[in-house]
């Protein structure tokens, strides 16, 4: 920036002594010739016309572009300080105490993110803490139409209480209050990282770009569903009564449980963040 600045005041400079130098020109050019004196019988002498120095201008010094250094970045078995620090900036230092694991965080938001696109999402992995509380369900003991497991017997139905929902606010204010373009700003200066984990996954070509835009793009298009969700619980977990809701992806039931409004705020942000990428 100070390079800039240097390059605009000489190029003013310049622009000034030129305005200058051509106004005291043109007055020595323009200004009238003094009359001949008279004298009898002399030739009268000849006026000579005094020669004007031109000033040697010097161009305009074109500044270099500043070099601009990389971030000297730690190690991945390393990173963990660095990555705690940077979400802290990010979203404040009590969400990331209270939500985000301290370990292998880059690989564990690697991980996850990977993992978004299958059915589940090992806990292994997560690199944030699950919401607290127990899910809550309501029986539905006069469901609209019955569902029947291999052996023909009715299967248990159920619908989400609105209550579940509540339990993913804080993590959606969280995402929220991050800025989409420092995100991204602490993503590319990170990405070497980020590959690194990436390959460590067993994705020799790296690109971890590119598999991040495929999973947000994967997230804006899981369907928008206002209706009450109604589930089965054939056996000890619940499933999806609707078998196409049963077959998205780990993230996308993910949005599903946060409930419609969260969903729509988490899908805002996503679309913030996908374009400043």
Known sequence: MKNWIILIILV?????AWYLFSIQR???EEAPMPPPVAVEQAVPAPVVEEETEEPDIAPPTVAEEPIVEQPVLPALAESDPVAVETLSGLVGSEPVRQYVVSEDVIPRLVATVDALSGKQVPASI???EGPGGDFQATADDDPSSVIHNEAGDPIPQFVVDPVNYRRYTPYVE???AADSAAIASSYRDNRPLFEE???QLGYPDGDFDQRLRAVIDELLATPDVTAP???IKPEAYYLYADEELESLTAGQKVLLRM???NAARVKAKLTEIRDVL
């Open 12 to 16: 003013v400079l310049g622009l000034c």
């Open 126 to 128: 997560k690199a944030v």
């Open 174 to 176: 969280m995402l929220e």
């Open 197 to 199: 984990a990436f390959r």
């Open 26 to 28: 043109g007055a020595v």
């Open 229 to 231: 969700l109604r589930l």
């Open 259 to 261: 409930g419609p409004d």
